[in-house]
């Protein structure tokens, strides 16, 4: 069996992993793209957009990492897109274009019922509106004994973390203030929920921590 | 003139800066000594504390460089000891001994007056009742042109910094979750502070912060 893991998620020194007021033009909120920075400049990320170049330091090593053994992704509508409400924009496929770089089944909770749809490179979006607990049933059927990574945003791996269902979560920290937005860890005990294995890896960008219960 | 800083304070990766339960027994409350390991294992603190030994690294660097240029050193009562209300018991001292590690005037924020202190190696300790404005210009008197240092705790640098008084602040993020506690950057908003500038020194045991404004 696979784990059930957040990876390489970003979170600033004051604790938000997204700014506030998602919009098309800003796709992780205001300032969210100040959390990235350290992975933006990596080659890993940079040949993943297409373009040459890039660090090849420990940054690029853990998030060259992110992208292995995963056998589905998990995640919330609002990283998935800006649309809210019903799917009138049947048009929108993520923010990621054609060819998506999960290459995996990808499990998106919503509200909202909507058709599976199969984008290039073997990604395909599939739409969940009875909860993390399906979604998760879902994911391992498809996985193959990988790994299912819950992609994010906050609000959907702190329903994860509270529902006990993350074995292991690397975390990012970024030297930058956000000031305001969704805050990762407010009101969560990592303590109490058994993380107290902490791993500390630092690249040039950011601080990394992986986060395994005891 | 010095500076207003706040110097090696340490935090949790979920944000908290002392535990909970502040008693005798445990002066930085539940599993508050968590996040100071960092600083307990470098040869500043251990000499400090009349022991030999002691790593040399990076975070005792930092730890060491605390002391550089201190004129005077504001703290909460809570960092002062774990006795509350009136000073009944004159006799406490502070959690330091006869010969505390700040050899500077001290001043200590409470609602009680109390006469102030001559302890030995230079440091007294002077009790403000008039709030925290006060206590600065008090500090700046006898600071003799050197810094002055916010010593903690959170609710004590909370409240300096909302009063846009703090130049420079070193904050030291250590690998540990306390899951509950005194959030020291909690609804407060660095970025609109203009705490914009942020320089990143990673130490063996904790990654440090000098945060200083546009």
Excluded: C
């Excluded at 906050?154 to 006990?164: D, K, M, N, P, Y």
């Amino acid at each position: 069996m696979g784990k059930i893991l957040v990876k390489h998620f970003s979170i600033s020194i004051d604790g938000f992993g997204a700014g506030l007021s998602q919009s098309l033009e800003n796709p992780l909120g205001i300032y969210g793209t100040d959390l990235h920075k350290w992975a933006f400049v990596t080659k890993t990320f940079r040949t993943m957009i297409g373009e040459s170049g890039g660090t090849e330091g420990v940054d690029n090593g853990v998030f060259h990492n992110t992208f292995k053994n995963v056998g589905a992704v998990i995640m919330g509508r609002n990283m998935f897109g800006p649309i809210r409400g019903n799917w009138k924009d049947v048009e929108w496929k993520g923010w990621w274009g054609e060819n998506p770089p999960f290459h995996v089944p990808v499990f998106v909770l919503t509200h909202h019922e909507r058709e599976s749809m199969e984008m290039k490179g073997g990604t395909t979006f599939n739409f969940i509106t009875s909860g993390i607990k399906s979604a998760l049933e879902e994911a391992k059927k498809v996985a193959q004994g990988k790994d299912i990574v819950i992609g994010g945003g906050v609000s959907t791996i702190r329903q994860f973390l509270e529902a006990g269902y993350i074995d292991e979560m690397e975390i990012s920290l970024s030297p930058v203030f956000l000031g305001s937005g969704e805050n990762l860890f407010s009101g969560i005990d990592m303590r109490k929920l058994g993380f107290n294995k902490i791993v500390r890896t630092v690249g040039e960008g950011a601080t990394h921590f992986v986060l395994t219960r005891d």
